[in-house]
């Protein structure tokens, strides 16, 4: 009976592997271009760094509030359709938004929609594995090739025939996912308590506080790299197609890292990976502040897989083992919470100030000194082994 379970998830894993494929090739077509086209509407940088933060803000409430609602109704997949719905009108409605002031509400609409969608499949991946979630990296790797193979088409796209072709790509491939939402499983998980009182235990548990911290470093940093990248390569003379392939560099890096994830975290364990997940985000804010022609980014690229992939990895899985029995989708949208909305925030806006203040270079050498310290004291204050959330645990 095992063996026929297995099987069937199995066969039901090509959906969201499908979906990973598409958000993801979706995204490589709209977000890396978000900044050059607020550029193109005249905005500053200062406006520029708030619109970015602003979607942060609300995926930090959204993403942690939807998955919450999403356990005590059980009610995913409904949610799931409706969050992907909501992200395709506020984006189309954004296509044709061109003045500051309506910019706010339309870019906070869209985090609200898109916030969720990630911590739902997530967690219905981990549940389709089973006990085999340290497979997870293997199924969010395709989430990395559809960035990958779709970032070069992108660049092309909108160097031939504007930036309005980025909201173009993303609103089709988007519509894909909307489709491969209706056959995808998400099993329902009984919660194995009062939900208030599961969440309570979650929040005051010091060591998912401790890893929090990590995963809201890891956010700043990374919100400052992917903001400003393209503007620093516009400032640095890169064409829109090396925009485009140095996503792709990075994507090969995820890829690889996504792929032997298992095994890293079996070898190293959360604690180790999260260390080097910070160093390596650390080494690739400062070699991007030494650079001074195009080309050398791509290499720089490379690190993105050890400093993301490895991070998110672990970050699933700690959140995964961390959450009472049916309170997988509130952990894993903490998780999104803190990463891409309370991180993204505070590095939007500080990357905002330092890009108009002192310039690209130092914007991200500060960024890279920031991340060391973080990983000192993570080093320090983390020595003792990670215990799991005390109280009703899932079996």
């Known amino acids: 009976m095992r063996h026929i379970l297995t099987q069937t998830n199995n066969r039901l894993l090509i959906f969201p592997k499908t979906f990973y494929f598409l958000f993801f090739a979706a995204a490589s077509f709209l977000f890396p271009f978000l900044a050059l086209y607020y550029e193109q509407l005249g905005l500053s940088g200062g406006q520029i760094g708030l619109l970015a933060a602003i979607p942060s803000l609300m995926v930090l409430s959204a993403a942690s509030l939807w998955g919450g609602l999403a356990d005590a109704l059980q009610q995913h997949k409904r949610l799931l359709k409706l969050a992907l719905l909501g992200t395709m009108t506020a984006v189309l409605v954004l296509s044709f938004t061109t003045t ?96 208030w009182r599961s969440l309570r235990l979650l929040l005051n548990h010091k060591p998912w506080l401790l890893f929090l911290s990590v995963v809201f470093i890891a956010g700043v940093n990374l919100a400052i790299t992917h903001t400003y990248l393209f503007l620093y390569l516009n400032v640095l003379g890169a064409s829109k197609t090396l925009m485009g392939i140095s996503l792709t560099f990075a994507t090969f890096s995820e ?16 604690r180790r990976l999260l260390l080097l997940a910070l160093l390596a985000g650390a080494l690739r804010s400062l070699a991007f502040s030494v650079i001074q022609v195009p080309w050398p980014v791509l290499i720089v690229q490379l690190l993105h897989g050890p400093s993301f992939a490895m991070m998110w990895a672990a970050g699933v899985a700690y959140a995964d083992r961390m959450a009472p029995q049916g309170m997988g989708a509130t952990a894993q949208g903490l998780l999104t919470s803190v990463n891409f909305g309370l991180g993204a925030i505070v590095g939007a806006l500080a990357g905002g100030f330092l890009y108009e203040h002192v310039g690209p270079w130092l914007m991200y050498r500060w960024a890279g000194f920031g991340v060391l310290a973080g990983l000192l004291l993570f080093a320090w204050v983390a020595r003792k082994p990670i215990r799991p959330t005390p109280g009703p645990l899932k079996p």
Not at 101 to 109: K, S
Not at 187 to 195: D, Q, W
Not at 255 to 270: C, E, H, K, M, P
């Open 255 to 270: 890829v690889v890292v996504f792929f032997f994830a298992g095994q890293l975290l079996n070898r190293l364990g959360i």
């Open 100 to 195: 500051f002031f309506w910019l706010i509400p339309v870019v906070m609409a869209h985090a609200f929609f898109v916030a969720p969608i990630m911590p739902l499949i997530d967690n219905t991946v981990l549940d389709l594995l089973g006990d085999r979630k340290n497979e997870y990296g293997k199924q969010r790797l395709w989430g990395a090739i559809g960035w990958g193979a779709l970032a070069p088409l992108a660049g092309w796209v909108v160097e031939q025939f504007g930036l309005a072709w980025s909201f173009y790509g993303y609103l089709v491939l988007m519509f894909g996912c909307l489709l491969v939402s209706w056959p995808l499983s998400i099993p329902p998980t009984k919660l194995g308590g009062a939900f």
